[in-house]
């Protein structure tokens, strides 16, 4: 059988394939993208807008006072940094290595041999927090911040209601927490212990493609602390109390207890506060 070439169907083909082409890519355009990555190589996840319940319910095995559940709800999506920022990423904005674990730092005989540049910065004050932030941000003209308590909350359940967005047991095989048996949380389990902190990404993330939001180091939010906060909470985007004197901390580090990483847990510290087991993410707002 002969195969008779036609120009004029090949045209048609081609032009046709060409609408659903440009079709496609207008369409991606429209579409925001899923991950980003930013001058510092640090890749941001976009976190849709939606609703959760904040908090921990009445019968959450230790639960504080202050974790009153309320329905919280996050009307723009956000890009998230998927990782705690690292000591390389906050050198190269800020200048220098304030960190514990480094070879400099005063931890440096846990860290011998290691290269920590991808470990999480940490002896960060809430300030030093948010100076990088306002640099990176003049650096690649977008705002990047802190992201509110609600917001780290929301990110870290991604979805989930249990006590941690891995389920309601947890152990130092999930996290860099603390290993003792007694340290875990729902089951007794004795797992690794490394008293420091390690490079970011080691373990499991969680449904939303965000690490370490247990464990590592407690980052830094961008509220105010207030022990009564949930109980008279604006339902959409809170950003926590006008004034006060500490600042908002969250998801535990390398040296505590899981039941102080649980997804509803708060900590809170001074804002000039400089400490080994505090560091922090970057939201990057969307436009
Ligand atoms: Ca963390």
């Known amino acids: 059988m002969r195969i008779l070439f036609v120009p004029g169907l090949l045209a048609m083909g081609l032009t046709a394939m060409g609408l659903r082409l440009s079709a496609d890519a207008a369409h991606q355009a429209k579409d925001p993208p899923k991950e980003i990555t930013n001058s510092l190589e640090m890749p941001l996840i976009r976190i849709p807008a939606g609703t959760f319940t904040m908090g921990s ?95 780290w909350e929301y990110a870290c359940r991604a979805g989930t209601k249990t006590v941690f967005s891995a389920g309601n047991e947890f152990h130092s095989y999930l996290a860099n927490i603390n290993g003792l048996n007694y340290s875990s949380y729902g089951k007794e389990v004795s797992g690794p212990f490394y008293r420091c902190t390690r490079t970011v990404g080691e373990y499991k993330r969680n449904a939303f493609g965000l690490a370490d939001m247990h464990g590592n180091v407690q980052e830094w939010c961008a509220d105010w602390y207030g022990e009564d906060y949930y109980k008279n909470s604006p339902k959409e985007d809170p950003s926590g109390p006008k004034e006060g004197t500490e600042r908002v901390s969250r998801g535990g580090a390398w040296p505590s207890s899981a039941k102080a990483c649980r997804s509803a847990s708060r900590n809170h510290l001074a804002p000039d506060e400089k400490t080994y087991t505090t560091g922090f993410r970057v939201v990057l707002e969307t436009k």
């Open 57 to 151: 319910p009445a019968d959450e095995k230790h639960r504080n006072a202050d974790e009153t559940q309320h329905d919280v709800k996050i009307t723009k999506p956000f890009y998230l940094s998927v990782y705690e920022v690292t000591q390389h990423q906050y050198a190269t904005i800020m200048g220098k290595n304030p960190s514990h674990f480094c070879k400099t730092g005063g931890g440096k005989q846990q860290v011998l041999e290691r290269d920590t540049s991808h470990y999480p910065v940490e002896r960060v004050s809430w300030n030093d927090a948010v100076e990088f932030c306002k640099k990176l941000s003049a650096k690649e003209n977008k705002t990047y911040r802190l992201p509110t308590e609600a917001e």
